[in-house]
């Protein structure tokens, strides 16, 4: 009787499942055919030339400053002529007697009285000769320094009374018929989207608040050994306000390889188990009534700074962010900032 009565009693509530975990999410979304990178630089022009003697020696006058205009054809420097001057003489004086030497073997030989070798041996020593005169010659000419191009001194690097090495740079100019060039360093997965004619922003702190159009006119095929970075020349309207060793900004319209590679970008601390090029995240799958986690595989592509690099979400993914450490897959999830879902896009 007393079992019957416990039987009938009033029905036991189940127990009430366990509240959804809080988490933060994000809304990624897949990368562009259309992108854009930005990087900094030096001003210059495509002709800028350190000039500099040939041969060492003291110099005499340097008939220019910083700034100065030059045409071309103009003397720069000289440098005290007389040690070249002392050996074109000497050589000069060489080939003469190479020269009345070879006269005189060619005249003994037509005698019979000395061999053909003789001949040669004469014959060979003008050509030395002459080649050494030629060689005094050509540094004579180089005891001034004249300017390739009509331009502007940019840098004066001596003065006069110095004694100069050969190679060393006594004076630099630019050329101002050659074009206004911005070169700038890129990381290797930047330079994959950029092609030469693409469109360049270009802003310069001289002119603050302006903004200047450029195009890419080559990009490098070799990196830096130290940085990685591909350096990319970007040619930009000259202007009288521009100079040459200006700092400049260029943002740097991209395309995206049309491959499946392309990496969209997510935080870091979204990424589960990242190994080699496979990694997962917990993506959210449902609506605001009823959210949970899905855990989905993803190609990963490592970390830019706070950011991951992933393959394989589609546009407008979902991504649990903060908590995700905490959630397994198929759980019930809330998201505590739903705002954030709309605001987060890949660059």
Known sequence: MAFALAACGPAKTPPAPPPPQAVEAVAVAAPRAEGGVTATGTLERRREMALSFRIAGVLTKVSVEAGDPVRAGQVLATIDPAAVDARQQAS??????????????????????????????????????????????????????VSPASGVVLKRNAQAGEVVQAGQAVVSVADLNSPLVLRVPLAARDVAGVAVGSTVEVGVDALPGQTLTGHVTRVGQAADSRTGAVTVEIEVAARPELRSGQIATARITSRAPATNAAFARIPAEAVLEASGDKAAVLRLDGGPGGMRARRTPVRFGGFDGDDALVAGLPDGTRVITAGAGFVSDGDRVAVTDPKALSVRAAK
């Open 92 to 145: 000069g004086a060489d080939l003469d007697k190479a020269r009345r030497d070879l006269a005189r073997a060619k005249a003994l030989y037509a005698k019979g009285y000395v061999a053909k070798v003789r001949v040669d041996d004469a014959e060979s020593a003008v050509k030395a000769a002459s080649a050494a005169y030629s060689g005094a010659a050509f540094d004579r000419r180089w005891a001034q320094l």
